[in-house]
Nanobody
Framework: VQLQASGGGLAQAGGSLRLSCATS????????MGWFRQAPGQEREFVAG????????YYTDSVKGRFTISRDNSKSTVYLQMNSLSPEDTAVYYC?????????????????WGQGTQVTVSS
């Protein structure tokens, strides 16, 4: 199983980026998916999660109303649309997969991790 994150880069404050996480294997449609991030010197933190059917989503408070997680089971890909970016969003973003029917939420055991993609937001 491989999770390949992409779409990171440099953005200005107020700008947007769209992250993608393409996966291999037939596990995707049966797994909850999510995004985490880790800023320098900080612990990895949960950002957003989505259920395997995309029927439910969950966001950490700091990104609610700005970020949107979605998935395309036909492409085995999960996305994170990030709008109104701020310098506080600067981090390495990781996609994750969990064997759960519901949305991947904080505390859900993650079974697979992607390699991370750097997001840098300048002020």
């Amino acid at each position: 199983v491989q999770l390949q994150a992409s779409g990171g880069g440099l953005a200005q404050a107020g700008g947007s980026l769209r992250l993608s996480c393409a996966t291999s294997g037939r596990f995707f449609s049966g797994y909850g998916m999510g995004w985490f991030r880790q800023a320098p010197g900080q612990e990895r933190e949960f950002v957003a999660g989505i259920s395997r059917s995309a029927g439910s989503t969950y966001y950490t408070d700091s990104v609610k109303g700005r970020f949107t997680i979605s998935r395309d089971n036909s492409k085995s890909t999960v996305y994170l649309q990030m709008n109104s970016l701020s310098p506080e969003d600067t981090a390495v973003y990781y996609c994750a997969a969990a064997n759960t029917r519901g949305a991947l939420i904080p505390g859900t055991p993650v079974e697979y991790w992607g390699q991370g993609t750097q997001v840098t937001v300048s002020s």
